[in-house]
């Protein structure tokens, strides 16, 4: 995914593989297939990443946490990228881009008949396989930490968690590097000095173009739930009131 320019992604937490192919249907750059609080499982990942073969979205899994194994499995089973929650530094970064390569960069097993070689029926590239790596910037420490993260070679982009980030602002404001605001920048300047994109989970579109004009590329409009949530809360407020 070159991420130069700006790509819009979605939230997917329904687990629905039939939601997954219809964001693809849609055109979306990407979408985020949510491992952390989601309501789907890992049994339910594989449909849903066949749900968008042929399609040029893209497929982000956000796991659970940074252990190796699952981050491993999901881009065997074909996601073409990863995202953490939580990355507090650039060590926690580096176990990140580890997990996610294969030797010499990482330590990541090699296997040919995985999904994402097609089960044996494609040759891997003779360049390696470099999926896209996100690092999720969610408290004061994280951003203060981000121009050391922003440097970890395979990190790809730093993208800001909007609620988890200001739940800690808000908590621990003897530690916040600034207001939400300058954290957003604060982010932002340290992904581009390093060429690498920032990003973050957006829930109103009005707010699209103020965030790329601060330099976030890699932006995500809602979630399945919340568009589901918000069309049946119209539908009832529609409805003429019917006393007893």
């Excluded at 990443?49 to 659970?64: C, F, K, Q």
Aim: net charge negative.
């Amino acid at each position: 995914m070159n991420l130069a320019t700006p790509r819009l992604g979605t939230w997917l937490s329904s687990g629905s593989p039939v939601v997954t192919e219809l964001a693809g249907l849609c055109g979306f750059d990407w979408v985020l297939i949510d491992l952390e609080h989601g309501n789907g499982t890992e049994a339910d990942l594989p449909n849903q990443l066949r749900a968008l073969r042929g399609s040029p979205t893209r497929a982000i899994v956000r796991v659970a946490g940074s252990q190796p194994e699952p981050i491993a499995r999901y881009l065997d089973w074909g996601a073409h990228g990863i995202m953490v929650p939580h990355v507090h530094s650039a060590a926690e970064a580096e176990q990140i881009v580890r997990a996610a390569h294969y030797p010499p960069r990482g330590k990541r097993g090699f296997s040919r008949s995985v999904r994402a070689f097609e089960y044996g029926l494609q040759t891997p590239p003779a360049g390696g396989v470099h999926p896209l790596l996100i690092a999720q910037i969610e408290t004061g420490e994280s951003v203060t930490a981000s121009a050391d993260i922003a440097k970890v070679d395979g990190i790809d982009v730093l993208f800001i968690g909007p609620a988890d980030l200001q739940l800690d602002l808000t908590t621990h404001p003897e530690t916040a590097p600034g207001s939400f605001e300058d954290c957003l920048q604060q982010v932002a300047s340290a992904a581009r000095r390093e060429g690498k994109a920032a990003g973050i989970l957006l829930r109103d579109l009005t707010q699209l173009q103020h965030h790329i004009t601060l330099g976030f590329h890699c932006i995500a409009v809602d979630s399945d739930l919340a568009l589901l949530r918000k069309g049946f809360q119209q539908i009832k407020k529609s409805l003429p009131s019917i006393d007893p």
